[in-house]
């Protein structure tokens, strides 16, 4: 009170004589403010905040352990471990480089399907769909993301596969010879004996697994900014003669940018991660094998699931190192995501 | 709000149409909206504006274009070019309608408006495409799990007396069900106390270490899930436990823990600072406040939180794979010898392959999503609700609540008070505030809740 009356005081100045005064009287002096905390409110912040602590503990706990445990092989393998393609941690010569792109190409075909999927969808959910069906789309939409994994992994394996596979044929008989990724070795368009059969068990069966997993989350992301566009900038470029699709790429769009990164970098992260459907799906190979149609590719994480069980303690090393690079690459996408996702909430970057 | 928005579309649309064909200075007569009321029709009766969403002609087109592109398609396959396969077809079929309708449209319309039908149809096939998709998932594990599912031993027997020839008829999934629910239960315990602790922390002492938390936290919902089961391991092995239920809860908890800890906390940022703020004007401390008022006000969303964590962190398979071991016994003892879960034993099932063993894989993945749905379904019942929104029964409740305080408060102010001891600051009846919303809104509120769910 006291301190305030004197800032006050040198705003206004002489002006006002009677506050003045009234600062110069000798019984106001600056009160001493604190908070008095009693006994079980001091034990309450304690185990609040310890709670905390606990929690941030136990994520630093996950790298620690990973660091020790892998220590011993990266110090083996020194700066090979990320140029080294084969994975043979028993006779010495083992890096991350094959698996490590194999996720990538996963992760990257994922995304190039969630993208559209996700999108497409929370714009449909968020500006097209009847007011009546949008909760009940919102729930479904929620529920797929509850699925588990394996549940995918399964409807890819047994189901996609062979739906795909005259596609893959199609893409690397037309697309394959001007465009690499779609090329296939060992796959003659112009034998019509050919078996479809390097077309199965591909990165890019595993990518559009992957991405109806991550297409949910994202999706849900997305919509959630998308609604929070301002009502009154929506109704204005309507008033001001905008179709809707005017209305949504002036308005929705620019507001819903932060979303959009945010959520789909969010679903790279996830699909970076994802471990059972890549592992049914995938046939494991050690080289980097950026040729998505062809039977063949890998992941840190199928690797993992792959080798734990009969892995010597040197083996098991490995594993935690190869781990440990897909925890670290992860979370630095997971955090950029979520940065710029809450960046776009505060509506800073809706310009 | 997409009412309004519904409304003021169709004609905005047309007038983007008509706008440079007719302008209202050129030919004033023929709008009936020019603001001179001049013109000799203005005593005319104004002809009704459609306010549809849907056109008539967008409908034709929309068929039209559709019947064009499966025919032309189907003599492109049949006829023209070597070319096979349903999704091929499909795709095909689609490409050329999206050409064809943007033709027709591009006949009688302009430019923005073309695309803007272009899109809304991109973005209707798009939603469609995703949810057929997503669709076909769950229908194809069901339908392809119904036929073990038809087994009664398969909910009432677990695999030790199944060997890998056996028919149906043997062996069940009921370890692995009453696996997960030791697992889930395990990590429940461990997650439900500190996950809403920790949510808690973040809102009620905002700082820099919460700050910190919370990226920390954020950072780690979308931990890989391979790599929480690889920290147990990796603790397994440093310390020389072998791998059990509790080693599998624990993965599973480092996994859901952030889940639950993010969500809780977004739930308990909408608790109205104006009731925490009541509580502490009439000189609640801090964990009474949080007690007495955040946490019941929050209560659905926190539970829904919770169980969100719960779905995800029953159907995942690689930390309990990494951890649990994998055994085709029961065993109800989470701290000794391997125990199995439902997405572990899917897994193992499916690996097989004999098709028998693959039958018994989709019939435990559909039981897995029956679980899991009903999960889903429970939080939505629950959670369907923000933060101090009631259902009719807590409404009756806490209206009742109200009347006998209003009733004791009388009979105070009377001078016939009941008991010496009560005191005003901490009335023993309401321990919870009146409800966020007035009395008159609030069943409204309600009623509008149940009829959405």
Redesign the interface.
């Known amino acids: 009170m006291a301190p305030q009356s004197e800032v006050a005081l040198t705003a206004i100045d002489i002006v006002n004589d009677e506050t003045a005064k009234a600062a110069e009287a000798p019984t106001d002096s600056p009160r001493t403010l604190s908070t008095k905390v009693d006994r079980p409110d001091a034990v309450f912040r304690w185990v609040a905040r310890s709670g905390g602590t606990i929690v941030v503990t136990v994520m630093t706990l996950v790298g620690l352990f990973l660091l020790i445990r892998g220590f011993e092989a990266i110090q083996a393998a020194g700066p090979n471990f990320i140029v080294e393609q084969a994975w043979d941690p028993n006779s010495g010569t083992f890096g991350i480089a094959a698996v490590f792109m194999g996720t990538v190409f996963i992760a990257l075909t994922a995304i190039f399907f969630a993208l559209p999927l996700s999108f497409g969808t929370a714009l449909y959910i968020s500006e097209y769909a009847p007011q009546r069906i949008k909760p009940l789309l919102v729930t479904t939409v929620d529920l797929m993301a509850a699925i588990p994994s394996i549940v995918y992994g399964l409807w890819g394996f047994f189901f996609l596969s062979p739906l795909v596979l005259p596609l893959s044929q199609w893409l690397a008989t037309y697309v394959g010879p001007w465009f690499p990724p779609f090329s296939v070795e060992g796959f003659d368009p112009s034998d019509p004996l050919a078996t479809p059969t390097v077309f199965s068990a591909s990165t890019f069966i595993a990518g559009i697994v992957v991405a109806l997993m991550v297409a949910p989350i994202t999706s849900s992301i997305m919509r959630e900014v998308f609604q929070q566009a301002p009502l009154g900038e929506r109704e204005g470029a309507l008033a001001l003669g905008a179709t809707k699709w005017g209305m949504i790429s002036s308005v929705v769009l620019p507001f819903g940018r932060g979303g959009i990164i945010g959520g789909t970098m969010l679903g790279l992260g996830r699909s970076l991660g994802e471990t059972i459907a890549v592992f049914l799906i995938i046939s494991p190979v050690f080289v980097i094998q950026p040729r998505i149609l062809e039977k063949g590719g890998n992941s840190i994480s199928a690797l993992i699931a792959l080798r734990y069980n009969e892995a010597s303690a040197f083996e098991i090393s490995a594993l935690m190192a190869a781990g440990l690079a897909l925890f670290i690459v992860t979370l630095i996408v997971n955090f950029g995501a979520s940065t710029i996702v809450a960046r776009s909430r505060s509506g800073s970057l809706g310009d | 709000?997409?009412?309004?928005?519904n409304r003021?579309?169709a004609p905005?649309?047309n007038?983007?149409q008509d706008?440079p064909a007719i302008g209202p200075e050129v030919t004033p007569a023929k709008t009936t909206w020019t603001r001179d009321g001049n013109e000799p029709d203005a005593a005319a009766p104004e002809p009704r504006r459609s306010t549809a969403t849907i056109r008539t002609v967008d409908v034709i087109r929309l068929i039209g274009s559709a019947m064009a592109a499966v025919g032309f398609t189907s003599w492109l396959f049949f006829f023209a070019l070597p070319?096979?396969?349903?999704?091929?077809f499909v795709?095909i079929t689609y490409g050329m309608f999206l050409l064809l309708f943007g033709i027709l449209t591009g006949f009688d319309e302009n430019r923005?408006?073309v695309?803007?039908r272009m899109?809304?149809v991109?973005?209707?096939?798009?939603?469609f495409?995703?949810?057929l998709?997503?669709f076909?998932?769950?229908i194809?594990?069901f339908g392809?799990g119904l036929e073990p599912l038809g087994f009664i031993n398969f909910f009432t027997e677990d695999m030790s007396n199944a060997g890998p020839l056996d028919d149906l008829d043997r062996g069940g999934v009921l370890h692995a069900v009453v696996g997960t629910l030791i697992m889930i239960s395990i990590a429940l315990i461990l997650t439900i106390?500190?996950?809403i602790?920790?949510a808690?922390?973040?809102t009620?002492?905002p700082g820099r270490?919460?700050r910190?938390?919370r990226?920390?936290?954020?950072?780690?919902?979308?931990?890989?899930?391979?790599?929480?089961g690889?920290?147990v391991?990796?603790?397994i092995?440093?310390f020389g436990f072998t791998r059990s239920g509790f080693a599998a809860a624990c993965a599973i908890t480092?996994m859901m823990?952030?889940i639950v800890?993010r969500s809780a906390d977004v739930v308990l940022r909408l608790v109205p600072s104006s009731l925490k703020e009541a509580a502490r004007a009439l000189g609640a401390?801090?964990?009474?406040t949080?007690w007495t008022v955040t946490m019941p006000t929050a209560r659905s969303g926190l539970t829904t939180a919770v169980i969100?964590g719960t779905?995800?962190g029953?159907?995942?398979?690689?930390p309990v794979?990494?951890t649990a071991g994998a055994t085709t016994f029961f065993n109800f003892n989470p701290f000794s010898g391997p125990m199995t879960s439902l997405?572990l034993t899917?897994?193992t099932f499916?690996k097989s392959p004999e098709l028998n063993f693959?039958a018994r894989?989709?019939g435990t993945?559909a039981v897995?999503?029956v679980l899991?749905?009903i999960?889903?379904l429970i939080a939505?019942a629950i959670g369907g609700r923000g933060p101090g929104q009631l259902s009719p029964r807590q409404q009756r409740s806490r209206s009742s609540a109200s009347r006998n305080d209003d009733y004791r408060f009388r009979a105070k102010e009377l001078g016939i008070a009941r008991g010496t001891k009560s005191s005003a600051l901490a009335p023993p009846a309401p321990e919870v505030p009146p409800p966020a919303v007035p009395p008159p809104s609030a069943p409204t509120d309600s009623i509008d809740q149940s009829t959405?769910?």
């Open positions: 709000m997409t009412d309004v928005l003021a579309e905005t649309t007038e983007v706008a070319l096979e396969g349903a999704l091929g795709l923005p408006t695309r803007d899109a809304s991109v973005m209707h096939s798009l939603a495409l995703l949810l998709a997503l076909s998932v769950v194809y594990t392809r106390p500190l996950g602790l920790t808690i922390f973040l009620e002492y270490f919460a910190f938390v990226t920390v936290v954020e950072a780690m919902t979308a931990l890989p899930s391979i790599v929480a690889l920290f391991y990796a603790i092995v440093q480092v823990l952030p800890v401390s801090t964990w009474r949080v969100l779905a995800r029953i159907g995942e398979t690689s794979l990494l997405p899917t897994f499916v693959i894989g989709f993945a897995l999503m899991v749905v999960l889903f939505r959405k769910d």
